[in-house]
């Protein structure tokens, strides 16, 4: 449950303008095989969405300052509910985005929007009250673009802050056959069939997916630089994965210390 607690100024200016990064990532509500609920706060999502097999998110470019986030609340005494909605312009009117707008007029999304401060995502939309998808083209002499507009259907929550990672078409990176696995950048890593052993780079903060291998099974150790909820060892198989955050622990050696975030056995 919610304690009602006094909400200070934030740190710095945090009234100035927003900068996204040049683009959003929208998930197709049909691929999704689960969607995690918001903690007791009803604001923030620790697990991460789990897409069907041969699924992902996909990204749309968006030209940089035209982004626009918006959370309006309105209804009747008892009847009070947020509409949250994101528009961007993406430039030109090429086949692709032809081709996107299309073929997804009639989807429902849930968008997840990323910011180059490196704070956490936000995230409009649920299961069952996603976003739809309103283009709208303007060809003249001083424009030629689209605005990609996506609003939660009807009133509900406001905008979730979403600590997972993203489900992309290609994993950021995969397993040696040493063990190790190569930290390039918040995501998901592909695992194989063999020990993961340690982790290299990263930073306090970090958040990783590691996703089970497409065969046989990959041990992960529990020790000084892994650790997990509940047992001292976890075993990725097919379709499982598990979500490790970065702390800045004091191990031995000044590395970082993984702990388990949240996990998905299938």
Known sequence: MYVKKSVPRAAGSPGIGIQTRDHVSLIDVDDILFMPEPDSSGVVIWDDIILKPNAYAIDL???????????????????VGFT???KGEHPGNEQEVREFKANCINKKFIVVIRYCSGKSADLI???????KFMPSYTGNGESNTNEMTFTQISKGPDIFIYKGTLPMEEPLG???ETGKLQFVGD?????????????????HGSVITLLGPTEGECPIADDEHVKFIAGNKFTLKPGAQITLRAFNAGTEGGGLLWLEQSRYVG
């Open 187 to 203: 995501g998901q890593y592909q695992l194989i069939n063999s020990q993961l052993t340690s982790i290299i780079g990263g930073a």
């Open 174 to 176: 995969a397993l040696e």
């Open 84 to 86: 949250p909605s994101f």
């Open 61 to 79: 470019y968006l030209t940089p300052g035209t982004h626009e986030v918006t959370s309006g609340a309105d209804g009747d005494t008892d009847k």
């Open 125 to 131: 939309g649920t299961l069952c009250n996603p976003c």
